[in-house]
C-alpha cells in the first residue's frame, strides 16, 4: 500500500555567496509509483555534501548544475517500501542518489544494498563516497611512502579524517589542517593525527607550517584550497605529490581565484599536482569499499558524524558545512 503524502525540497533561486535558507523550497508532492525495475524507497539519512553547491551554479562543471524549481539531488540511504526488482524486496535498506524527498524512486540498477552489521549511515560516509574519495585520491594519488610527512586540508571532516588515518596506517607523519580546536583534539586524541593548526585562529600560517612540518611535505591533499593551500606550496618536498580533492573556500566565490601562481613551487621541487573526481575511479568502487570495510570493521579505521534531526533542517545542514559546524560526516536523518 503507497503512502500517500510526500514532500520535497527545491532549489529555489541561485545562491549568492554562502546559500541561505531562501533558496530552498518546500512542496508537498504525490508519492511516487515505482515503474518496471524500479523501488519506491523510504528515505531515512541524507547526505548534504559541498559539491551541491557547484551545482547550485549555472554553467558547465564535471556535474549538470540544478535548474530553478529542481529538487536536490545527493546520496541517501532509505528502506525499500515497494520493488518491482526481483534484487529488492520490502524493507531492504539500500543507498542511491534521490531527491531531498520522504519517498522516491530509483531504478533498481542504481542502488546498492546498505553493507550489513555497520550502521547504515556509513553508507554515506566512511564506506561511502568520501571515504572512496579518501582512498583513491590519496592512494592512487598521493602515493604516501613510509615516514613520509602528509599534510591534510579540511581534516576534520569526512574525507579529511579518513585521509589522515589512511596516511597513518601507511606509516606517515600526518598533520591535520582544521576550523576548531575542537576538532584539533579530537584528530590528535581519536585519531592520532600527529600535529595541527587551528587555520582559523593562526595567523602565521606558512610559520605554523614551518613548525608542524620541519621536513617538509611530501603528500598535500587539498580540500580546501585557497590560502591554506598557498601556504602549503611554500612546504612542498622533492617530488612532492599534492592532490587536488577539493576547493572549499571558493565555492561561495563567484569572482575567479586569484593567489600564488604553483608553477614554480611545483617546477623546482619537481612535484606533481592533480586534481580528481571520486567517480573516476567507479570501475574500482568494490576493491575501495572492501578495503575500508575491513579498516573500518577491525577498528584500523574511525569515523564521526554529526546528524541533523529531521527533513526540514536538510537545508541547514547543508549551510552549515560553509560555517564547519559538522565534525566528520553531515548526514540528516529524517
Ligand atoms: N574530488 C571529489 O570527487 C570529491 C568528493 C568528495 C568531496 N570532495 C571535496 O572534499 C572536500 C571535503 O568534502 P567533505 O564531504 O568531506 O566535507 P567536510 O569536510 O565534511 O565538510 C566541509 C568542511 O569544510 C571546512 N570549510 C568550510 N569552509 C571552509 C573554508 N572557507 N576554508 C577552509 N575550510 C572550510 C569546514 O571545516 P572547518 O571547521 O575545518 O572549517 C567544513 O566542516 C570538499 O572540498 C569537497 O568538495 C571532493
Not at 515497494?82 to 534484487?87: D, G, K, M, R, T
Given at each position: 500500500m503507497t503512502p500517500m503524502q510526500n514532500k520535497e525540497i527545491r532549489l529555489a533561486s541561485r545562491p549568492a555567496g554562502v546559500p541561505t535558507l531562501e533558496n530552498f523550497q518546500f512542496v508537498d508532492t504525490e508519492v511516487p509509483q515505482p515503474a518496471s525495475d524500479e523501488v519506491l524507497v523510504r528515505l531515512r539519512y541524507i547526505s548534504v555534501d559541498p559539491y551541491l553547491r557547484g551545482r547550485m551554479r549555472e554553467g558547465k562543471s564535471y556535474i549538470p548544475p540544478f535548474e530553478i524549481g529542481d529538487p536536490i539531488r545527493s546520496g541517501a540511504v532509505g528502506e525499500v517500501v515497494?520493488?518491482?526488482?526481483?534484487?529488492f524486496k520490502a524493507g531492504d535498506l539500500v543507498g542511491g542518489m534521490f531527491g531531498w524527498r520522504l519517498y522516491d524512486v530509483a531504478h533498481a540498477a542504481t542502488l546498492m544494498k546498505v553493507v550489513p552489521g555497520?550502521?547504515?549511515t556509513t553508507a554515506l560516509g566512511v564506506l561511502g563516497m568520501p571515504g572512496l574519495t579518501a582512498y583513491f585520491g590519496l592512494l592512487d594519488i598521493g602515493r604516501p611512502q613510509e615516514d613520509d610527512t602528509v599534510l591534510v586540508s579540511g581534516a576534520a571532516g569526512a574525507v579529511g579524517m579518513t585521509v589522515c588515518q589512511i596516511a597513518k596506517l601507511k606509516g606517515c607523519r600526518v598533520v591535520g589542517i582544521a576550523g576548531s580546536d575542537e576538532k584539533n583534539e579530537f584528530l590528535q586524541s581519536e585519531l592520532g593525527v600527529h600535529a595541527t593548526i587551528n587555520y582559523k585562529t593562526t595567523e602565521d600560517i606558512p610559520g605554523a607550517l614551518r613548525e608542524a612540518c620541519p621536513s617538509g611535505v611530501d603528500v598535500y591533499f587539498d580540500n580546501v584550497g585557497g590560502k591554506i593551500s598557498e601556504a602549503a606550496l611554500l612546504r612542498l618536498n622533492h617530488q612532492a605529490r599534492i592532490v587536488i580533492c577539493g576547493q572549499i573556500s571558493m565555492y561561495n566565490s563567484s569572482e575567479p581565484p586569484v593567489g600564488l601562481c604553483p608553477q614554480p613551487f611545483l617546477l623546482v621541487n619537481s612535484a606533481l599536482m592533480k586534481g580528481f573526481i571520486v567517480t573516476d575511479y567507479a570501475e574500482r568502487f568494490a576493491e575501495g569499499v572492501a578495503q575500508l570495510a575491513e579498516w573500518f570493521v577491525s577498528g584500523k579505521l574511525k569515523h564521526a558524524e554529526t546528524i541533523a534531526e529531521g527533513f526540514d533542517n536538510t537545508p541547514q545542514a547543508f549551510i552549515g558545512l560553509f560555517a564547519g559546524d559538522n565534525l566528520g560526516k553531515q548526514i540528516v536523518k529524517l
Open positions: 515497494e520493488s518491482n526488482s526481483s534484487n555497520v550502521s547504515p
